[in-house]
């Protein structure tokens, strides 16, 4: 009879919740909570991600780069010309240099790109016309390293492209950064490919090879012509690759077409009155060692522009090094969602830098899944407080009914908030085998404990 009795008050005290109490989502008043449980649909989850909510930001060490924004330090004022006087010759003798086609022109260091992308206006702006066919146009120069930088997308190497493949590559670039890739490309300051004129002539001059070929009187026009009294005596010189070249001035403008040589990059003219080359000959040693001056004064600068971009790069290193251990430590404040009940792992989701986490987003990398053996899927919970201080107890639980597989993709959907609680309750089966388990040793001490004392 004892033992019958001791069975009965187990039973009766299992059925009425206290021998086994697991959590679980009550709407209404609840002592001083009040609980309102909306289910989880697409209007709901938009309703839901209206509130207000900015995801925290990583430090601005984590978007800077050791790039500098000035340019390399200059060579320096340059020595004046040098001048040599001559003696007049009997004859001139012609000497030309080979036919030369380099090909199309090609970008390079120095020159001056302009990016025109569509710009839109207003509607009454366009309604007068006022922004007919008017675009957005950037300049961007191709620095030493042969690339220019564009903004939202990055560093674009053009140096020895010809224009088309430029347009090109430009396209690409703006297709992976997502960006509208409607532009046009053209250059607009020819800076790396030059002929330099000196001598008889008006005004020394350099003069950029542009998209078009640069013939020999064109170079002779823009220095201001050839000024020589005597034209019998006075010849054009061509230095190019350590050669040198002859046209007499007389046989220049005979009509034979020697006015339409062909220049190339680095190219360097000397109009002369005078037989003897020695002063030709110390106007090109003089831009050769120029050449040479600027090539190590540009080696130089790049040197000291990689040691500096090295020492920004190491202070970069640094700091986010030095973040990144106070974040292991927990000496960054962060945003957080809390997982209990029937989830593969209790534990807080620590909500991304910059980025928006989702309901699936928690239960499917922290939490380690929801176990379908224990876990009722039909009662998924979101449980947000309110947001409102004089409604501090108000608690909105968005639930979520996972029996029809297709609504986690509603998980995906749904954006979480700091301090979000996400609850999955236990299966009616589950509850009771967990009872069982709890009064199982009773049911074997009680009678034990009877028949020692009878």
């Known amino acids: 009879m004892r033992i019958l009795t001791s069975l009965i008050l187990t039973l009766a005290l299992s059925g009425c919740g206290a021998i086994y109490l697991s959590p ?30 900015r995801p925290q930001t990583l430090p601005a060490i984590f978007s800077q780069t050791a790039g500098t924004g000035g340019g390399l330090r200059g060579a320096g004022a340059l020595p004046p010309a040098a001048l040599q006087a001559q003696t007049r010759p ?42 007919a066919a008017q675009n957005r146009r950037q300049g961007y120069t191709v620095q030493d390293d042969g690339a220019i930088a564009i903004p939202d997308v990055g560093r674009i190497q053009l140096a020895g492209l010809t224009l088309e493949e430029a347009e090109a ?134 040197a000291e522009l990689t040691s500096e971009v090295a020492l920004r790069r190491a202070g970069l290193q640094e700091a986010r090094a030095n973040f990144s251990s106070r974040l292991g430590l927990g000496a960054v404040a962060r945003d957080y969602v809390y997982l209990t009940g029937e989830v593969g792992n209790q534990t807080r989701f620590a909500l991304p830098f910059e980025e928006r986490a989702s309901l699936a987003d928690a239960l499917y990398n ?7 053996e224990t876990a009722n899927v039909s009662e998924i919970y979101v449980l947000r407080g309110a947001a409102d201080p004089r409604e501090f107890g108000a608690v909105t639980a968005w639930q979520l009914d996972a029996r029809n597989a297709a609504n986690l993709l509603l998980a995906t959907r749904f954006e979480l908030r700091p301090d979000d609680v996400i609850f999955v309750a236990e299966q009616p089966v589950t509850r009771w085998g967990r009872i069982v388990r709890q009064i199982t040793p009773s049911l074997i001490t009680t009678p034990a404990s009877v028949a020692a004392r009878n």
Do not use: H, M
């Open 90 to 131: 009997a004859t001139l003798q012609t000497r030309l240099p080979p036919a030369a086609d380099p090909g199309p022109y090609r970008i390079g260091v120095g020159d001056v790109v302009l990016l025109a992308t569509p710009q839109t206006g207003n509607t009454v702006e366009e309604l007068s016309g006022l922004l």
């Open 366 to 372: 922290e939490g380690g899944g929801i176990p379908t």
């Open 169 to 302: 590559e430009v396209f690409q670039r703006l297709v992976e950064n997502q960006v509208d890739p409607a532009f046009s490309l053209e250059i607009s300051e020819f800076n790396s490919r030059r002929v330099s004129i000196g001598g008889a002539v008006k005004t020394p001059a350099i003069a950029p090879i542009t998209l078009t070929p640069l013939y020999l009187d064109q170079v002779l026009a823009a220095a201001g012509g050839v000024t020589v009294a005597d034209s019998d005596y006075a010849t054009v010189r061509l230095y190019r690759d350590g050669s040198l070249y002859q046209i007499p001035l007389a046989e220049l403008y005979a009509g034979t077409g020697l006015q339409k040589v062909r220049l190339l990059d680095g190219d360097s003219l000397f109009v002369d009155t005078e037989y003897e080359l020695g002063q030709a000959q110390a106007y090109f040693e003089e831009q050769i060692r120029l050449s040479e001056f600027r090539q190590r004064a540009r080696q130089n600068a790049l």
């Open 24 to 53: 679980q989502v009550q709407p209404g008043t609840t002592g001083t909570s009040k609980v309102r449980v909306l289910p989880i649909t697409a209007e709901t989850v938009l309703a839901a991600n209206r509130s207000a909510y």
